[in-house]
């Protein structure tokens, strides 16, 4: 892949960071449940760090770039997304973070499959699979909060 290309599509992936980042803070400015406040301030905070993590890599070699795939346990899969308003409950807040992590990481993998150039599907794979990191940290924190008996 060029690295122009690579860049152009880091580039895209910053965006939705930033947009990410938008969300969850303006969520949280507006939510009155002091859990949900804090999940949606530390969401916004990781969005950031996401942000930065990917500006980093705009100057580095793609095909030295590798993250690890995570399990994805479907969690919420089946569930209707919440309306949001400013009283939503925790578990209802994550699920829509939750369903906003699975699409980045579906369109991820589309543009993965659609890719020709290896080193560009390797680059959209590996977008996807933070996505899928994140989606699990968050169906973790739902499954404990959701079902807190098992534990």
């Known amino acids: 892949m060029k690295t122009e290309d690579a860049k152009k599509i880091i580039s895209t992936a910053i965006d939705r960071e930033v947009k990410a980042y938008t969300f969850y803070r303006t969520i949280a400015d507006k939510v009155k449940d002091p859990a949900l406040k ?10 950031k ?12 070699d793609v095909s030295k770039m590798h993250f690890d795939a995570k399990k994805d346990y479907k969690v919420v899969n089946a569930l209707p997304s919440p309306p949001l308003s400013v009283d939503m409950k925790p578990l209802d807040g994550l699920v829509v ?10 369109m991820y993998t589309q543009l993965a499959n659609l890719s020709n150039e290896t080193e560009q599907k390797l680059l959209f794979s590996q977008l996807a699979n933070m996505e899928s990191g994140h989606k699990a940290r968050l169906e973790d924190i739902y499954t404990n909060m959701a079902f807190p008996e098992v534990w």
């Open 97 to 106: 973070s939750i369903k906003k992590e699975l699409e980045a990481m579906q």
């Open 38 to 47: 804090k999940l949606f301030t530390e969401l916004a905070g990781e969005e």
């Open 49 to 60: 760090q996401h942000r930065e993590f990917l500006q980093g890599m705009l100057s580095k």
